[in-house]
């Protein structure tokens, strides 16, 4: 199985859960996990798509909430000029497998979720969803992650996996 996951992250924290998401896809899958502004145009000839990024303002990040956070870093970000929502508008994609992600604070548990977004925006690109949306939660607007979710993320990798496993002829008859 070849794998494709595409991580939006300003802080660090997504890109963690989508490096144990890539780790829970299993040593059988070949998985590339890629930083959007370095995602193809086009996603073909991978069998399953895993797209995740940050809350921000209870949906995917806009160039707004990417500069206000890179002012909430002090400077140590740079505000990227393209996010998850940027790139989902333009994307081409073949017949594929897909899910969707997104990392949200635990303190105030706000509405709202990029991991939403994301799901539909890959339905409307024609992806076969497996399963529902994800959330995994960091304690502080900055982080880090709660305790646990790495490993969260890399359980939910692996049921990702089975979702795609074929199906043997004759199995469990
Ligand atoms: C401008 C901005 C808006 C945010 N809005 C929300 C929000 O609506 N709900 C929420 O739970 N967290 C919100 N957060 C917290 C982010 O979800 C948190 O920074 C993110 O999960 C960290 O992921 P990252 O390290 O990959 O950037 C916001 C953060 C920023 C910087």
């Known amino acids: 199985m070849k794998a494709l ?14 490096e144990a998401i890539a780790q829970g896809l299993g040593d059988e899958a070949l998985v590339r996990v890629v930083d ?3 995602a ?19 949906g995917m990040t806009r160039e707004s909430t990417r500069r206000a956070a890179a002012e909430q870093s002090g400077g140590a ?8 929502r940027e790139w989902l508008a333009v994307v081409r994609v073949g017949p594929v ?16 979720s990029a991991a939403k977004g994301a799901a ?4 409307r690109l024609g992806v076969r969803l497996v399963d529902r949306p994800r959330t995994f939660r960091v304690v502080g607007m900055q982080g880090p992650l ?6 969260r993320a890399r359980a939910w ?5 089975a979702q795609m496993a074929p199906v043997r002829p004759g199995a469990g008859a």
């Open 5 to 18: 996951v595409v991580v939006e992250s300003v802080f660090g924290n997504t890109r963690q859960i989508a």
């Open 36 to 38: 959007v502004a370095d």
């Open 40 to 58: 193809p145009a086009t996603v073909d000839g991978v069998d399953l798509l895993v797209v995740g990024g940050p809350t921000h303002a209870f």
């Open 77 to 84: 970000v740079p505000p990227a000029a393209v996010g998850l």
């Open 97 to 112: 497998a897909g899910a969707a992600f997104d990392t949200r604070m635990d303190t105030f548990r706000l509405p709202g």
């Open 120 to 123: 539909r925006a890959l339905r």
């Open 146 to 151: 709660r305790d646990g979710e790495p490993f």
């Open 157 to 161: 990798g692996a049921h990702l996996a």
